[in-house]
Nanobody, 120 residues
Framework: QVQLVESGGGLVQPGGSLRLSCAAS????????MGWYRQAPGKQREFIAR???????NYADSVKGRFTISRDNAKNTVYLQMTSLKPEDTAVYYC??????????????WGQGTQVTVSS
């Protein structure tokens, strides 16, 4: 069974940092792109960042300069380093993976989500 397992969410004060991790099970092969979406209460799921197997990255404008995505291909693991967190970053963060380069909302593999809450 294919699995993406996220970790690293939690409660952080505004201005703080968190690092999310997403490990893909060994049964996922030939994945090109991994990345993150998030969904806040009452809002649609939105794209945050993606990284291809070759290391090419893309970010949503809302997180550019604050979030950094990285990847360990040997471990099939993707990371999201989040800094300068704001209350509006509060959401459930979902890991996604796909064989194509774009990581669309219809991506093939999804994790269960991890809650990130930014509050004082």
């Amino acid at each position: 069974q294919v699995q993406l397992v996220e970790s690293g969410g939690g409660l952080v004060q505004p201005g703080g940092s968190l690092r999310l991790s997403c490990a893909a099970s060994a049964s996922i092969f030939n994945i090109n792109t991994m990345g993150w979406y998030r969904q806040a209460p009452g809002k649609q799921r939105e794209f945050i960042a993606r990284i291809t197997s070759g290391g090419s990255t893309n970010y949503a404008d809302s997180v550019k300069g604050r979030f950094t995505i990285s990847r360990d291909n040997a471990k099939n693991t993707v990371y999201l380093q989040m800094t300068s967190l704001k209350p509006e970053d509060t959401a459930v963060y979902y890991c996604a993976a796909d064989r194509g380069p774009l990581l669309p909302p219809s991506s093939q593999y999804w994790g269960q989500g991890t809650q990130v809450t930014v509050s004082s």
